[in-house]
């Protein structure tokens, strides 16, 4: 009779319980989230904002928006954020509040969108009275 090595075998069972643990290949990576503002603005052509506005969400920096536009920051992981809305010409007015939190979840395998809406109005500023009456 032969002597039995049980080292080798034990190796190999070793080797095969520790391999399906190190990475599941079934599930999809989770997809990073999108946040996606938009301005709307009303007015005359004559009334809007002539350089935009200026849109921040955390620390991902201050990036140009126009006045009616749709401006996208992509790549961001699951979380809350803060998105703000800056750089309003004194003839308008914002709808609600400048500074957002909104919260994103990417799905496994799918990319959350969460879109933010600013609303705008800006009308032509009032004459400035005369302090002489004419």
């Known amino acids: ?9 034990a190796a ?3 080797a095969i319980a520790i391999t399906p ?3 599941d290949s079934s599930a999809p990576p989770a997809s990073a989230a999108v946040i996606e503002v938009t301005t709307s603005t ?21 990036r140009a928006i126009d006045d009616n536009a749709v401006l996208s ?3 961001l992981p699951n979380g809350t954020y803060h998105v703000a809305l800056n750089g309003l010409a004194p003839k308008c007015v914002l709808e609600g509040p400048n500074e957002r939190d909104v919260e994103v979840a990417a799905q496994t395998g799918a ?5 933010v809406l600013f609303t705008v109005s800006c009308k032509s500023e009032p004459p400035t009275p005369d302090p002489w009456g004419y």
């Open 1 to 9: 009779m032969q002597p039995r090595h049980f080292l080798p075998n």
């Open 12 to 14: 190999i069972a070793l």
């Open 73 to 75: 920051f992509e790549g």
């Open 21 to 23: 643990g190190c990475s």
């Open 42 to 62: 009303t007015g005359a052509s004559a009334d809007m904002d002539p350089d935009g506005y200026i849109v921040s969400v955390d620390s991902r920096g201050a």
């Open 111 to 115: 990319a959350a969108r969460v879109m």
